[in-house]
């Protein structure tokens, strides 16, 4: 793999991750941009422990442009996009409309003496998956995925050395039902300046597992999966993907590998090269459930930056909010209200149809 790093024509950064060595890649953005925004506003909510981001410039960006305006496809002849280059394998640049940058412009005053406020301090980037504007994660080849995968790993280690960040989350929304923005296949990764509520959550619950018996929480209960096997849904001899015993969406699955590892960085070249097969075999699956292009999170769950990192263990979590053909499961009085799930599809239910997809 190659990497090539540019900057773009308002100072944002762009990397190359090309499959051939002898990529070249000097064409320059050739846009007049505006400087990128500053940083997003941290508050923190006294009532739930928790900070939330107001970002109030994103309100501009760019909202399901037709195919000829996609910001993300390749800039050829003189529709410039984001990419200079007029073709392209992975790309990884900075959000032109960011939650969190690195771009502080003064610190916050205080709105009151219960919400401190500080600067949305940390990263956010776009990758894009492959300049075919029609393709979709699944249609990559395993040899694609694995370069997304190895791009995605500079990516964590690169963010995980910014002052601030504690932790780097990659993730994929897929399909307009999850509110994506753009239809070009891509990611994002967020470089956040706190351990986030769910990751809190997690390291607690396996904090007090590895006080009580020793062992990784993450790994006992993947190998509790393994063995009871019912809700395996596809495996190989790194990973393994199964619907959680406790799902909280009509279908959601987890692929982790065997081995604990804290992020993806500290995966190992069988690792990486084993994922790609069996995340395509699972998507297809998706795909194939109601035979129409399934709605879907990817969200990769890593160790936290700089604490509790044996606690954790890599995994990616796929869900997504399609129940049924024509129904769409809703976060609604309960979820949103109360945080509690109500998943009407079992958990066995939905490994036996994505086995059988
Ligand atoms: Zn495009």
């Known amino acids: 793999m190659k990497r090539t790093q540019i900057e773009l024509a308002d100072g944002r950064e762009l990397i190359y991750f090309d499959e051939r060595d002898d990529a070249v890649r000097d064409q320059p953005d050739r846009r007049e941009l505006p400087p990128p925004p500053h940083a997003s506003q941290l508050r923190y909510d006294p009532l739930t422990d928790e900070w939330v981001a107001v970002a109030v410039h994103r309100q501009t960006r760019t909202f ?17 996009s984001e990419i200079p280059a007029p073709d392209y394998d992975v790309v990884v640049f900075e959000n032109r409309f960011p939650s969190l940058s690195q771009r502080v412009a003064e610190e916050p005053a205080e709105i009151t003496p219960f919400t401190p406020v500080r600067p949305g301090r940390g990263k956010c980037e776009v990758v894009c998956f492959t300049d075919d504007h029609n393709a979709s994660f699944a249609s990559l080849p395993p ?20 002052p601030g ?58 190998a509790a999966e393994r063995a009871a096997g019912d809700r395996v849904v596809a495996s190989n001899e790194h990973w393994t993907a199964y619907v959680p015993a406790a799902a909280r969406w009509p279908f959601e699955v987890h692929v982790a590998p065997h081995r604990p590892v804290p992020d993806i960085p500290a995966l190992d070249d069988a690792e990486r090269d084993a994922f790609g097969p069996l995340y395509l075999d699972v998507l297809r699956r998706f795909d194939g459930l109601f035979d129409m292009p399934m709605p879907y999170i990817a969200a990769w769950h890593q160790a936290p930056v700089h604490v509790d990192r044996e606690l954790g263990h890599l995994h990616l979590q796929l869900f997504s909010i399609r129940r049924a053909k024509d129904k769409l499961k809703y976060l609604a009085g ?24």
């Open 143 to 162: 040899a694609r995925v694995r370069t997304v995968l190895d791009a995605l790993a500079d990516r964590t280690t690169a963010l995980s050395e910014l």
């Open 334 to 357: 309960s979820e949103s209200g109360m945080g509690v799930f109500i998943n009407d599809i079992a958990p066995e239910r939905a490994a036996e149809l994505l086995r059988a997809a």
């Open 64 to 80: 399901l442009p037709p195919a000829d305006q996609c910001p993300l496809c390749p800039s050829r002849g003189d529709r410039l």
């Open 165 to 222: 960040v504690e932790q780097v989350f990659p993730f994929e929304n897929r399909g307009v039902e999850i509110g994506v923005t753009l239809h070009h296949p891509h990611g994002q990764i967020y470089a956040y300046p706190f351990v986030t509520p769910r990751t809190r959550t997690m390291l607690a619950a396996a904090r007090r597992h590895f006080e009580r018996t020793g062992g990784n929480l993450y790994a006992d209960v993947l």
